[in-house]
């Protein structure tokens, strides 16, 4: 639904318009399940190989597959290879080179002010995409 909702907006008021929208509603979605999902899962904060629970959790809700390349304390790389929701994205890949990301982040952030995400490769929503590499990071005192 927040696909359809950020495709309409796209078309209606245009990518910059929709987007500076959209990052507002997925930030208060990340912040406000951040707390529920950390307490459900039972994850340390300061500890990325813990927080990436979350991802899989997420994951497994969305029916999104993929693998962890790397998981640690520090850093925590997951290789998403498929996602069902790619061929309707396509041609509007920035949803989840920004949109997706502001969620992740939002999320991570209100458990781990420290954390950081870049997401990488040829995604799947764009032409010709292999998979979408999320990597987690956190600094640790």
Same mark, same amino acid.
């Given at each position: 639904m927040i696909i359809d909702i950020y495709v309409f907006l796209k078309g209606? &008021?245009?990518q910059s318009r929709a987007i500076e929208i959209m990052r507002r509603v997925m930030r208060f979605l990340?912040? @406000?399940?951040?707390?529920?999902?950390a307490r459900y899962l039972g994850v340390r904060p300061d500890d990325m190989a813990e927080l990436a629970k979350i991802q899989d959790l997420e994951d497994k809700l969305f029916g999104v597959r993929g693998y962890w390349e790397e998981r640690d304390k520090h850093i925590a790389?997951? &290789?998403?290879m498929f996602c069902p929701f790619a061929q309707k994205l396509?041609?509007?890949?920035?949803?989840?080179? @920004?949109?997706?990301?502001?969620?992740e982040e939002a999320t991570f952030r209100s458990i781990n002010s420290s954390y950081s995400?870049?997401?990488?490769?040829?995604?799947?929503?764009e032409y010709g995409g292999t998979?979408?590499?999320?990597?987690?990071?956190?600094k640790v005192n």
């Open positions: 209606f &008021l245009g990340g912040r @406000i399940r951040a707390p529920l999902m790389k997951k &290789l998403e396509r041609g509007n890949s920035e949803f989840c080179h @920004i949109l997706v990301k502001e969620f995400l870049t997401i990488d490769g040829k995604l799947l929503s998979g979408c590499l999320f990597i987690h990071k956190i």
